[in-house]
């Protein structure tokens, strides 16, 4: 399980929890513009834009789970078993396996709009990464400044949707959670008025009330509905301590307690990790469970023109 958000207060950021009952031996990763990207089916980038991201390193390949490039143009892949479904490799159209989705869009498009050119004929095929990592089911938000889209390869293909939300979590897939949010429209920061009978003297009697039936349960959908909820009735000064700061407050809201959600295998989901990536500027935050002190890497205190991998 996981949450993904975008925040935009001067600066456009965005990023995610992860949410897992183990590590997936992550580290903070940049790809330098010339570091050789080589895809199973859809050629390879020599040269292409950097990223940095949360990834684990395997062949030599940069397996992101979410990323930003040089140009702001943002992407995370989220857990979406029993909906995804990959197609088999037949040689036609733009072919890209799951775990490549991240790096070949943010090494090749500058923007969402870029983007879209190529999604007509992607097609997410059914590749292992090897033997001992078959394909996650996953679907995708890809985001910038401007426009938000979420992506999900179903049986009847690669689906695009506009995200106005700018959020993403799990199963069911998005059309779900659109309509779902009507339901929750009602929902407000402010104290509520009495509406349900005019000759009933009812008022508030406590701060928040309404916001009562925003839902604080752990199901996707339950998060998708806060998250968004608190996004978009979030308030904080135009400078970067804040707005990261307002980011991280977002997420925690949604974060996984270890002990609070136990998987059908009996282990606990907790959040691994959180981060937050100011597009702009290039620097990626995150904290872990165990460690709830924000650290910071900067991009572009790296060289952007190597050609190996650089990992923090």
Known sequence: MC???????????????LDLDCSFGETVTITPRNFPLIFRKAGRQDHHY????MASVNDSFPLYAEAVNEKGLAMAGLNFPGNAYYQKPDGEGLEIASFEVIAWILGKCASVAEAEKFLDEMKIVDLAFSDQMPPAPLHWMLADREKCLVLEAVR????VYENPFGVLTNNPPFEYHRMNMNNYMNLSAESPRNCFADRLN???????MGAIGLPGDA???????RAA????????????KANVSQFFHILDSVAM????????QGTYDITTYSCC????????????????RVRAVDMYETDLDGKELIQR
């Open 3 to 17: 949450t993904c958000i975008t925040y935009t207060n001067n600066d456009f950021y965005f990023g995610r929890n």
């Open 50 to 53: 950097a990223m940095i991201g």
């Open 156 to 159: 009847d293909g690669l689906k």
């Open 202 to 208: 009812l008022r508030p009697y406590a701060q928040g």
């Open 219 to 225: 199901s996707s959908a339950s998060r998708f509905v």
């Open 229 to 240: 909820f608190l996004k978009w009735n979030s308030v904080a000064p135009e400078e970067e």
């Open 257 to 264: 307690v270890r002990g609070a959600v136990v998987t059908d």
């Open 277 to 292: 990536a100011n597009t702009s500027t290039g620097v990626y935050y995150y904290k872990t469970y165990d460690d709830c």
